[in-house]
């Protein structure tokens, strides 16, 4: 790819080599030196991106006998909102907007400090001290933004949810967290049509209680001039592992689990992810579709460390057109573009989308929630040809990336390009053994900043270590299945508990999923690998036109993916359920096909399109052992 103009990468290494005289030949040495002394990595990082610490750390790290109880910068003190403002200016806007409803509209440093301190004031009145829980229910809006940059001002702890989880999902959520304040919405509009969710609203203030003060942040989408002064508004330093959110699992097979981040980590972790992975530069412009309750909000939220413009829009990817967000884009003026992997496989499926791409300032492209594939990766190479495209691969429980990209190295179609600085990232086999272009599971083999702090209410840790350090003694398993190539680059399979074993050949969903992708004759797919009453199959589910050829299809899977592997059945399908977040719902499908009941096995308020699972419901209930 073509060098960036500024390339704060290249930039850091000057830094490293002129300040800490640290000086090697290729990434991957760079990449040891992060991880083998990750004390003077991050303290390069504090120092690079000049970190202001209310109080000063006497010690940039304190291993311990578990790598989560590592602790970082003892002793200091900060505000991750303090950092977002520092970049107040009067050249770029601070937010640009745009919804199905509203045009699109730029929304100065100046009007989105009146409305933080409009609400800062107001979470004062109603009490708001340091480690009380502050929880919104929601779109991403301006004014959600502004509320959580209020919080966080007073050292609160946030927690979101957008309006399309059902009442259920959102009480599981916040009921867990005993807030003291609830931002809501009563109506939100998606694909068209708008939502009354008072009802909702009310039904959530009356199970969280009277110790829950209630306000609408409708109150506050009105952003005005003003005359308030950066002064009035107070900072709250807070501990550097003291909790800046809380995010949740996606909560399909049962309680969402409660995952606590850490202030500092997130400060730190983000500004080099965006600065030094994704060269997000001061002026740029960054927009990640996403809603309130997936963690790419919180994580683009940190573009504004950067110094960038957040760009917010609210409202269905494709709604009224396919083009709905490249026109957005190219008003805008965006640099950096995020979706999930899914959208853009979608994209190429359709043929009314065009964009002219002279008429574009994107830098970088960006992917995740699930593995991008080779063809779709080389579609929007050609199609995006000045435009560096990254993949990335990591999660809410850390809410960042562990693999990602990297703005000087080359983009190879089905792989991501490198780990990231200070994730000590490798693959395992069965053994606990580190391979190499051979798959296995994704961990993570020491202390890495951006752990969760805990699992809210677990005092123990106990389901700490069961959710991640049960596989592998005091090493992180991330439920990955995922190949690290002899080039330092990774291939993501799919869900490690979800990889089809035939005869002890393991393969990742995710390769069938990229065969199934370049077919228009398929519009969407879903392979179980199950076990049930002594046989052992695959059962494929496809959502496309009747005229599939399924002989020809599973040929094309013999030769493309395995001969071990071809499907045992395979069904036409109205739907395939997928996650709020975006991903498809493998393991609970799986249970719910192996006999255990549908409230068992998954929650339906925790998917995009729970109608998806009234076919496969009654496919469990009969005899499903005919094939095509």
Known sequence: MDTVKTNLYRDYLRFLATEFKVEYSSYAEYHNWSINYSSEFWETISKYFKIEFDQPYSKVQKQKEHPWKTVWFLDSKLNYAKHIFRNYNTEHPALIYQSETTPLNEISWQELLGQTLRLQEKLVNLGVEQGDVVAAYGPNTPATVAAFLACNSLGAIWSSCSPDFGIEAVCDRFIQLTPKVLFSYSSYTHNGKEYNTSKKVEQLKKILGKACESVSLEEYDVFENNTRSLKELSFTPVDFSAPIWILFSSGTTGKPKAIVHKTGAMLLEHLKALGLHQNVCPGDRYFWYSTTGWMMWNYALSSMLCGASLCVYNGAANHPNQNVLWDFVTKAKINHFGHGASYYQALFKNISFSVKTSELALKTLGSTGSPLDAATTVKLQNTFSKTHIISLSGGTDVCTAFVGGHPELD???????????????SIYDENAKKVIDSPGELV???????????????????????????????????????????????????????????????????EFYALFDKRKDIEDSLIIHLSKEGEDALYLFLKGNSKINFNELKKAIRKNCSPRHVPDYIHLVPDIPYTISGKKVEIPIKKLLSGISLDKALSKESLRNPKALEWFTEFALKDSSFSH
């Open 444 to 510: 993570l083999e020491g202390p890495f900043i951006a752990l969760p702090k805990a699992l809210w209410g677990d005092e123990d840790f106990s389901q700490y270590k069961k959710s991640y350090y049960s596989m592998f003694d005091n090493v992180w398993n991330h439920g990955d299945w995922a190949t690290e190539t002899k080039s330092g680059g990774f291939i993501i399979h799919g869900r490690s508990d979800a990889t089809l074993n035939r005869s002890g050949v393991r393969i990742g969903t995710a």
């Open 411 to 425: 983009v190879k179609p089905g792989e991501i390009q490198c780990k990231m600085l200070g994730a000590p990232v």
